[in-house]
């Protein structure tokens, strides 16, 4: 079984991916302004985390860190906090 799930769906159908505890799993969806990045990982503490941002894409966009901490235990310490 998978430590990290994903999934899309676009026109040409939906798609699946899988990652383990060592690789995580990040996934993008862009535009011509900008993407969010979503990436799945493990801590030092061996906790799930997640990191939601903006990010440029092509050359448009900007940073912006939404939330990275822990996956299913919110935090509002984790909002913002780059």
């Known amino acids: 079984m ?14 699946t991916r899988r990652g383990s505890a060592k690789s995580g799993m990040e996934t993008y969806c862009a535009s011509w ?4 990045r979503c ?6 503490n061996n906790v799930d985390c997640v990191l939601v941002q ?16 822990p996956i299913g235990k919110f935090n509002p310490d984790n909002l913002g906090c780059y």
């Open 2 to 15: 998978s430590h990290f799930y994903g999934k899309l769906q676009g026109n040409r159908g939906e798609a």
């Open 33 to 36: 302004n900008g993407a969010i």
């Open 39 to 44: 990436k799945g990982y493990v801590d030092e």
């Open 54 to 69: 903006m990010a440029p894409w092509q050359g448009c966009g900007e940073y912006f860190v939404f939330y990275d901490g």
